[in-house]
């Protein structure tokens, strides 16, 4: 079992930034990829990015390049998500997730753990 634990949501204007953290535990070398998705309300939930791990490979949805950077701290099992210029489009809530196996990093199904995700809200 791999548990995670996000943290570093909240209240920020557009324009603003946010970084979200994810700490992983348990059988934290049997992950293989680590993902962000986010869910805002009514709308399925969808792919931010991700990262290999330990390669640290990373991939993004093609709509927030260049505004949110995913990262990772090995030593602290730890995966971040840099977010910048905030819209409010982006306002959802945000969960890491973990994968065991060689993975389709966009695809939900391709994750075994869940975090109890993080909400974000960008005011206008």
């Known amino acids: 079992q791999v548990q995670l634990v996000e943290s570093g949501g909240g209240l920020v204007q557009a324009g603003g930034s946010l970084r979200l953290s994810c700490a992983a535990s348990g059988r934290t070398f049997s992950v293989y990829a680590m993902g962000w998705f986010r869910q805002a309300p009514g709308k399925e939930r969808e792919f931010v990015a991700a990262?290999?791990?330990?390669?640290?490979?990373?991939y993004y949805a093609d709509s927030l390049k260049g505004r949110f950077t995913i990262s990772r701290d090995n030593a602290k099992n730890t995966v971040y998500l840099q977010m910048n210029s905030l819209k409010p489009e982006d306002t959802a809530v945000y969960y890491c997730a973990a994968a065991i196996r060689g993975t389709t990093y966009y695809l939900l199904g391709s994750y075994d753990y869940w975090g109890q995700g993080t909400q974000v809200t960008v005011s206008s």
């Open positions: 990262i290999s791990w330990p390669g640290g490979n990373t």
